[in-house]
């Protein structure tokens, strides 16, 4: 999704959006149902530790925008919610705090965090980098019908984009570069990258609402696969991270207005 100057840069000079508060600085009054969250309580997690289950519910609850930024969790009432103690509801915020999907502040308890211009500039820095080392990895050593996934992800996202339908198509952009990151076949990329996606998947709209826009991603995904379909680690790379600078600049400009 990283460079032009000015305005793209991020420096002293560069334009803010008008609103770039962060959760701790003006945390919502709105009450929440956290009866709600207990739909992420997802039958097959239920062998789990609870601690696990609690923190992979609240996780999902704010990428899906169930818990919007700013909204206050309160342990008692989520552990009521979820009709669990509160010990694990806390070590889950702890865990969630470390993801920066939430805000322990001093003296008022935890908010879901929001997502700043200036983190969503850093944040497709990073991805762009590792993208690019997931598609060089991938044309290394990824497994001989890796190309055929991607391109079978690629026609379904193509069928969705024709159809109009933004979410679907952005779903299945998350399953393509899943597939292009299980073939990289590098447990520390993947963690890595499993925080960006949970970065990205905060922000607000799918760059797929512009219009066209389905149709450069489809374009650009389709030039990491010839690569890696070639074993071309150096031209797949440079496909992919050409893809993550182009998802930066739509996504900056759309954040611009």
């Known amino acids: 999704m990283p460079t032009r100057q000015s305005r793209m840069t991020g420096g002293a000079g560069a334009p803010r959006p008008a609103n770039n508060r962060t ?12 009866t709600l969250v207990r739909r992420y309580l997802t039958p097959h997690s239920a062998r789990g530790r609870t601690t696990d289950i609690v923190t992979e519910a609240l ?5 899906d925008g169930l818990l919007l930024p700013a909204a206050w969790l309160r342990e008692d009432e989520l552990a009521e919610a979820l009709e669990v103690s509160r010990t694990p509801v806390r070590e889950a915020l ?3 705090a470390d993801e920066g999907l939430v805000i322990k502040t001093a003296h008022h308890g935890t908010v879901v965090a929001s997502i700043s211009f200036e983190e969503v500039l850093a944040l497709y820095v990073v991805r762009q980098n590792l993208e690019g080392l997931a ?3 991938a044309a290394v050593k990824g497994p001989p019908d890796v190309a055929e996934k991607l391109r079978r992800i690629g026609d379904k996202m193509r069928r969705e984009a024709e159809r109009g339908d933004a979410s679907a198509t952005a779903q299945l952009n998350l399953e393509w570069h899943r597939t292009l990151l299980e073939a990289a076949a590098n447990p520390y990329l993947t963690r890595f ?3 960006v996606e949970y970065a ?3 922000l607000p709209v799918t760059t797929f609402v512009q219009p066209g826009r389905a ?4 374009a650009e995904h389709d030039a990491v696969v010839r690569a890696v379909a070639a074993r071309d680690p150096d031209a797949a790379e440079a496909a992919a991270r050409e893809h ?13 207005g």
Do not use: G, H, K, Y
Not at 23 to 33: F, H, I, K, L, T
Not at 246 to 252: I, K, Y
């Open 59 to 63: 996780r999902e609850a704010i990428l």
């Open 135 to 137: 598609a060089r990895l």
């Open 23 to 34: 959760a701790a600085q003006e945390p919502s009054q709105d009450r929440v149902d956290f």
């Open 94 to 96: 702890r865990r969630l």
């Open 244 to 256: 993550m600078q182009r998802s930066r600049e739509v996504r900056l400009s759309m954040m611009l």
């Open 200 to 202: 990205v998947r905060r």
């Open 193 to 195: 990258l499993n925080q």
């Open 215 to 218: 149709e450069q991603v489809l």
